[in-house]
């Protein structure tokens, strides 16, 4: 069955899947997880609903079928901007072709993709013909929560707070308004390379605090 969520924050439709399940990029090749992981807000809370979870499950079988990309394509025709994978990753090939065809045929539509695939070589095609269309921007994140990232590879890094932004990035604002994007679409726009996320929530905070103290 064909499911799109609402992101709180962002207050557009989102497309989703299950946290870390999905997330083969999250894991170092000792197979822990990289420090951004750790802290994941689609972990806990409202996530780990059985609402939340039966929805994402879904969503990793149905786009599968044939008629996924038509469907998305059709609930899309009125949306101005849309969010893919605010839990979850494109964590095979066939289904990041998908997402490409569906971003193709909705020119209209701003597309923002965030996503830690770009480690693997194989998804380097699909994601550069997605970031060459005017309506897409991916973001290919920084593993780390220090505010580490390497200019022109990674799109978005968590750092610490506001006071702690990295030189050559735009500060992420919503959370100091409410945790809420309000009318700001910054993620979505191509001009701006990196945007730095402050950390987030009590999970996000205590792998600083271990990081800081190790």
Known sequence: MFKLSKTSKLGTYSWSLQALTTCPASLKDDGTLVDACKGCYA?????????????????????KRDGWVAD????????????????????????????????LATPNVKHWLPTRMAKFAKFADVIRRMQALPNVMVRFSSDSINGVYTKGVHGSVICHDADSVPEGTKLCEAYSNGGKCGDCRDCYDKEIEVIAYPAHGKKMHKVIKLSVTA
Request: hydrophobic share 45%; net charge negative.
């Open 72 to 103: 998305m394509v059709g609930a899309l025709k009125k949306q101005s901007h849309f969010r893919w994978f605010d839990s979850g990753d494109v964590y095979a090939l066939p289904l990041a072709e998908k997402i490409f065809e569906v971003m």
């Open 43 to 63: 972990t806990t809370g409202f996530y780990f609903m059985p609402d939340a979870i039966a929805l994402r499950q879904a969503n990793q079988d149905d786009w």
